[in-house]
């Protein structure tokens, strides 16, 4: 039986991308009437166009710009434990083909049908974040449906990110099921890497790049690796494991820095990997002027841009990366550049970084485009979800 909700009326004329197929409806899209007022953040509601069309189910929220975010085209759908574990158990099938061990992102959002929720999972350990109040208000919902599909040991919520402001959401990181996990050991690339999802940043662990290091390890063969940005080591020790000879971690966290250190203990390459705290930027130049250069040097920085009026200033820091990275790059070596800034777009991520290698005066070829693995799909009517870049370049 459908489930009653309030109807959300979309201005006549307006809608045009959620008529097309996306899920969002922004708020000037909307009739914002005394009923739409009333409603708390996250409600669900039924959205139709102004000549009577329904749109389907949504999950509501009048305090900000994406006012709906479309969860089916069904109106009436009830968004209750079966709805959760039903879109869980149809995201897990597809990361269960192409993964042999359950080491990936379960949920990534609106690509998987659950707009602003995303679910990484460590083995029996998952690792969460709400990036919308119509999850929020649901996290006892989801919590069951995440036990009930996966049966695991402990969900944690990462909920302490910038994007939640938006939403009208606090900041917190609690755990909703389970002991605390501590670190957790998992494998990637041949190596086995270290990752604390109550702790470390973001979820714990960045699986969107697990691709992009198996690629930049086919360069690694012999040659000394400099990854800066390195996090908990994710390029460098695919790297070794790849036959690289030495590897130099550069980043401004410790406890980043520290889980590092621990994966290459636990992979056998601790006589190999070097870990320097430093600001990248100021280590780059260090080098510079010293003369130290690597075959294979990966930049993956955190996003420059968190919002739209940072797209200029972020723009010159990919320029001023990709020229300080491509220095530090021996003759005939290879350079990996990353963004996860969504705000940035490929086309001008490309030319930035395009800019600053030839800055630095260094012939290139681009070998490689990418974007993030395929545990991270894109919705395809939200080509901007697609955050990630990945350009890999061949110097002279
Ligand atoms: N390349 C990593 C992910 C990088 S995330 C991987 O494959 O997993 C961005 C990293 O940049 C974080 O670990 C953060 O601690 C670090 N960082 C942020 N600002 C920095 C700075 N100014 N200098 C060095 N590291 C920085």
Same mark, same amino acid.
């Given at each position: 039986?459908?489930?009653?909700?309030?109807?959300?009326?979309?201005?006549?004329?307006? +809608?045009?991308?959620?008529?097309?197929?996306?899920?969002?409806?922004?708020?000037?899209?909307?009739?914002?009437?005394?009923?739409?007022?009333?409603?708390?953040? *996250?409600?669900?509601?039924?959205?139709?166009?102004? %000549? *009577?069309?329904?749109?389907?189910?949504?999950?509501?929220?009048?305090?900000?710009?994406?006012?709906?975010?479309?969860?089916?085209?069904?109106?009436?759908?009830?968004?209750?434990?079966?709805?959760?574990?039903?879109?869980?158990?149809?995201?897990?099938?597809?990361?269960?083909?192409?993964?042999?061990?359950?080491?990936?992102?379960?949920?990534?959002?609106?690509?998987?049908?659950?707009?602003?929720?995303?679910? %990484?999972?460590?083995?029996?350990?998952?690792?969460?974040?709400?990036?919308?109040?119509?999850?929020?208000?649901?996290?006892?919902?989801?919590?069951?449906?995440?036990?009930?599909?996966?049966?695991?040991?402990?969900?944690?919520?990462?909920?302490?990110?910038?994007?939640?402001?938006?939403?009208?959401?606090?900041?917190?990181?609690?755990?909703?099921?389970?002991?605390?996990?501590?670190?957790?050991?998992?494998?990637?690339?041949?190596?086995?890497?270290?990752?604390?999802?109550?702790?470390?940043?973001?979820?714990?662990?960045?699986?969107?790049?697990?691709?992009?290091?198996?690629?930049?390890?086919?360069?690694?063969?012999?040659?000394?690796?400099?990854?800066?940005?390195?996090?908990?080591?994710?390029?460098?020790?695919?790297?070794?494991?790849?036959?690289?000879?030495?590897?130099?971690?550069?980043?401004?966290?410790?406890?980043?820095?520290?889980?590092?250190?621990?994966?290459?203990?636990?992979?056998?390459?601790?006589?190999?990997?070097?870990?320097?705290?430093?600001?990248?930027?100021?280590?780059?130049?260090?080098?510079?002027?010293?003369?130290?250069?690597?075959?294979?040097?990966?930049?993956?920085?955190?996003?420059?841009?968190?919002?739209?009026?940072?797209?200029?200033?972020?723009?010159?820091?990919?320029?001023?990366?990709?020229?300080?990275?491509?220095?530090?790059?021996?003759? +005939?070596?290879?350079?990996?550049?990353?963004?996860?800034?969504?705000?940035?777009?490929?086309?001008?991520?490309?030319?930035?970084?395009?800019?600053?290698?030839?800055?630095?005066?260094?012939?290139?070829?681009?070998?490689?485009?990418? +974007?993030?693995?395929? %545990?991270?799909?894109?919705?395809?009517?939200?080509?901007?979800?697609?955050?990630?870049?990945?350009?890999?370049?061949?110097?002279?």
């Amino acid at each position: 039986m459908a489930t009653i909700h309030p109807t959300l009326k979309v201005k006549p004329r307006e +809608g045009k991308r959620a008529r097309a197929g996306s899920p969002w409806i922004f708020s000037n899209e909307i009739v914002m009437d005394a009923e739409m007022k009333a409603l708390d953040p *996250g409600e669900a509601v039924d959205v139709v166009l102004d %000549d *009577g069309t329904p749109l389907g189910t949504a999950i509501f929220n009048g305090k900000t710009l994406i006012a709906a975010r479309l969860v089916s085209s069904e109106p009436g759908i009830a968004l209750d434990a079966d709805f959760f574990a039903a879109r869980l158990a149809r995201a897990d099938a597809i990361r269960a083909r192409l993964f042999a061990t359950p080491f990936y992102r379960v949920a990534h959002a609106e690509a998987d049908g659950l707009p602003g929720l995303v679910v %990484d999972r460590y083995g029996d350990v998952l690792s969460v974040q709400m990036g919308a109040a119509g999850m929020d208000v649901r996290t006892d919902i989801i919590v069951a449906a995440l036990r009930r599909v996966f049966e695991p040991r402990a969900i944690v919520l990462r909920n302490d990110f910038q994007a939640r402001t938006l939403e009208g959401l606090p900041s917190l990181t609690a755990l909703a099921y389970g002991k605390e996990p501590g670190e957790i050991a998992f494998k990637e690339n041949g190596a086995t890497f270290l990752c604390d999802p109550m702790t470390g940043q973001k979820t714990g662990w960045f699986y969107d790049q697990r691709e992009n290091r198996a690629f930049a390890g086919r360069f690694a063969k012999g040659l000394s690796v400099l990854d800066v940005f390195s996090h908990a080591g994710g390029f460098a020790l695919a790297a070794l494991a790849a036959g690289a000879s030495e590897a130099l971690c550069i980043d401004a966290s410790e406890k980043a820095l520290g889980l590092a250190g621990k994966a290459a203990s636990a992979s056998g390459f601790e006589a190999k990997l070097g870990l320097r705290k430093a600001d990248a930027f100021e280590a780059l130049d260090d080098m510079a002027a010293q003369g130290v250069k690597f075959g294979l040097v990966i930049a993956d920085p955190p996003a420059f841009a968190k919002s739209r009026k940072d797209i200029e200033p972020a723009a010159r820091a990919y320029r001023k990366l990709a020229r300080a990275a491509a220095a530090a790059v021996e003759p +005939g070596g290879t350079l990996v550049l990353g963004s996860c800034s969504h705000h940035i777009d490929a086309a001008r991520f490309h030319a930035e970084c395009a800019a600053g290698i030839h800055q630095a005066k260094r012939p290139a070829r681009l070998l490689r485009s990418s +974007g993030a693995d395929v %545990d991270h799909p894109v919705h395809p009517h939200l080509p901007e979800t697609a955050y990630l870049k990945a350009l890999v370049f061949a110097l002279d």
